[in-house]
């Protein structure tokens, strides 16, 4: 079992476009359309933020890097720059798609949290920063994100406040206090190095959550989709222009703020990737299928995006960003 989770984690990306391709193929084979995802997506999102939060040392923060200039203005780009671009894609690209343009609103309002320490990791970045960015993004979510997809979705469907604060209190609070508990438990009974040991697997099991939603959201959809296959072209369409603008905004403001590359790397990726459990859970719970179809791309999307950006673009990354510091 620990194999099997260690390989999802590794290779997310392709066990998210097999399940996509089952879920269309089931879907437009049996009648999914009836079917009341929501327990579902309930059930899913606790089983990809859960193990997600429990790694999360969020205890780490206070030992953690100091450097306001850089925290402040990725924290900038990733909610209210992202939004603005979403927005404007959503308006341009994704005009007269009003569920669609909802989920490119909602990838601009949701920050990436957890995955930006790992990413940070694999560029040899800053990790210090990464952990205090994660962790103030998450807490700012509840505070920030229900506010921006309000004012921007707004727009395109009634976006109820409240019930969207209650969502994300229930989606971030809850897993983030069984997990100090559960790390806590776990590090007292059996040690450090045996929490540290099992919380390989940890992305592995969200993962699973992930997968669950994307198929049973997928397959609900699958008939109204594989009629329009224009649906595909316009997410792909959305999702990359969001990266290329967000990557090219972000990569010109670390130059300008004189970013090494341990500094720039971070924020480049705090500013262009965005949450794909809480987006896609909060959607899967408050809005339609066709919304939660969209956001189904984007863990595919999403980290070949980035690995590109870590192994092809990083190099020249490096060199646009150290070449001012010499």
Known sequence: MKK?????????????????????????????GKINIKPISIFAVFIMLYPMLTGLEIEKVRYASRNFKLIITTLIFAFFVASGTAFLISRTVLAGYPEIALAMVMVGAIPCSNMLIGWAGIADASVENALVIAVIGLMAILFISPVLIKLSGGVFTNVNLGGLVLVLLAYILVPLM?????????????????????????????????????????????????????????????????????????VLTARLLKFNYE???????????????????????????????ALSFKPILQVLYIMFLIYGAGPRIRKFLEGLNQ
């Open 178 to 250: 069984l997990g100090l508990f559960t790390r806590h438990q776990i590090i007292k009974r059996k040690g450090k190095k045996y929490f540290m040991d099992i919380k390989k697997i940890f992305p592995g099991i969200s993962a699973i959550g992930i997968l669950i939603i994307i198929f049973f959201s997928v397959a609900k959809v699958a008939r109204v989709v594989i009629g329009k296959p224009t649906l595909f072209l316009l997410v792909f369409l959305g999702l990359f222009s969001y990266y290329i603008i967000q990557t090219v905004l972000s």
């Open 4 to 32: 099997v989770l260690l390989n999802i984690k590794k290779r997310l990306y392709l066990y998210v476009g097999v399940v996509f391709l089952i879920a269309l193929a089931a879907g437009s084979s049996w009648n999914f």
């Open 263 to 293: 500094e720039g790397m971070i924020f480049i990726l705090g500013a262009t990737a965005s949450s794909q459990a809480i987006s896609l859970g909060v959607a899967a719970t408050l809005f339609s299928s066709l919304t939660v179809f």
